[in-house]
């Protein structure tokens, strides 16, 4: 397997850690991408992003589920091990699923999973003010905290749809509380998902954390986006704060529609694919007895 193509970030394999990435606030902006296992892990790393986030969006652009409210906690912690196998120098961050901080005690223990069995360097947990102790706690033992405020995929059924959030000022009110209360409690950063850009601005300017942005604008410390979104390999819904940087959904499908074709022509396997015997042994083998079914 080839690992030639390495950024020059990526290559100096100094790790990340949570306090380095809350020191890049209004600096280089921070580079954050979604991965799920070894690959996507690996390639994200070598490409020179800084955050490898192992998002419960597993459970629809992985898994398949219409939501990300199924996905467990085996399957995050499962997951979250498979991508800390691909990643040297980003900081590895696994996402709390739904309900598995539902409180305090919950929220210790899954966390403290993620980063024994998962191999995570920190969690993300969605909510603001209501999960100010979760956020405490988890921090007081030594488990960084991503929060994640906005448009927050978990409270989906609440929402009434995936739908941007803080579109009125008293909304923009309450989620500049949220991003101050959840920095008070001791996240080391904030997700800012699906808000104006004005609000997003107001929120990086008060807080001393970075904000990392999806949907928020370019006015973040930050951005995050979805592996499979990003390469063009989600086929249900895009949507609007995605760019899709590559098509590689179709490239797969183009490559494996070849592969068939070539199996059903016979050019594929060809002669570098394909094992010969010494020339010495051709003759011997073709003396052995093979008892053959044709009648
Ligand atoms: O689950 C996820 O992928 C996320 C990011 C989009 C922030 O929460």
Redesign the pocket.
């Known amino acids: 397997m080839s690992t030639k193509k390495t950024s020059p970030a990526a290559a100096q394999a100094k790790p990340l850690t949570a306090p380095d990435i809350q020191a890049m606030k209004g600096g280089d902006k921070i580079c954050c991408m979604?991965a799920y296992d070894y690959p996507s892990a690996l390639i994200s790393d070598q490409a020179g992003v800084d955050v490898v986030?192992v998002?419960?969006?597993l459970a629809m652009v992985v898994l398949g589920m219409e939501d990300?409210l199924s996905v467990t906690m085996d399957q995050m912690v499962h997951h979250t091990l498979a991508a800390s196998r691909g990643v040297k120098r980003a900081l590895l961050v696994g996402?709390m699923p739904f309900m598995s901080y539902a409180t305090v005690d919950l929220a210790l223990k899954n966390g403290g999973r993620l980063m024994a069995e998962g191999r995570a360097k920190a969690v993300?947990l969605e909510g603001g003010l209501p999960v100010v102790p979760q956020i405490e706690a988890l921090t007081a033992a030594g488990v960084p905290v991503m929060a994640?405020v906005g448009l927050t995929p978990q409270h989906v059924a609440k929402f009434g749809g995936f739908k941007a959030q803080g579109k009125s000022a008293d909304a923009a009110r309450a989620l500049i509380e949220d991003a101050q209360a959840v920095e008070a409690a001791g996240a080391f950063a904030v997700?800012l998902?699906a808000i104006p850009v004005e609000v997003a601005a107001l929120i990086t300017d008060a807080l001393t954390i970075p904000t990392i942005g999806?949907g928020a604008g370019n006015v973040t410390d930050g951005q995050?986006l979805?592996y499979h979104d990003v390469l063009g390999l989600f086929d249900r819904f895009t949507p609007k704060f995605v760019r899709r940087f590559a098509e590689l959904g179709e490239a797969s499908r183009e490559a494996i529609e070849t592969y068939c074709a070539e199996v059903r022509r016979t050019t594929f396997p060809g002669d570098k694919n394909t094992f010969y015997m010494p020339e010495g042994e051709v003759a011997q083998v073709r003396k052995i007895k093979v008892k053959t079914k044709k009648k």
Do not use: A, C, M, R
């Open positions: 979604t986030l998002g419960d969006s990300t996402d993300k994640h997700v998902e999806i995050v979805v």
